[in-house]
């Protein structure tokens, strides 16, 4: 009985975790190389999100944004909808370390009506999405504002 109950509720959490990292990953995505080369033809807008130390230690991808995102979620949607002029039908790449705080803030735009909001889920380091926009040579700038 106790085993049956363990089960139970080892099966009920595991489909909640589902559940939830379905949630959580659902926006679209992005490889580091095609968003460069959208971004390149005016068909997207490139946003790095990470913080000005990060940009200063490896560059920001060449033509992005720099957004911080630990400004908060409502200083972020403010200046991205300042960025794109308030359409919130513009095509927007989202960037940083890994991917995990794309996700994050892709969640965030999205509630906030911005229609196309893509995840960089291998973001500028690499992650299990892809081996990341440096790694495959894709161009850097200095941070100027750093």
Known sequence: MLMQRLTLA????F???SINACSQDSGPTLAAPDAYAQAQAGKLTLIDIRRPEEW???GVAKGALQIN???GD???VAQVTAETGGDKNVPIGLICRTGNRTTQMQRVLTEAGFTQVY???????GSGAGPGWIA?????EACERC
């Open 74 to 76: 409502a200083g972020f």
């Open 10 to 13: 080892t099966a009920a959490a």
């Open 69 to 71: 995102m630990a400004q």
């Open 136 to 140: 495959r040579g894709l161009p850097v």
């Open 56 to 58: 200063k230690q490896t």
């Open 15 to 17: 489909m909640l975790l």
């Open 119 to 125: 995840n960089i889920k291998e973001g500028m380091a």
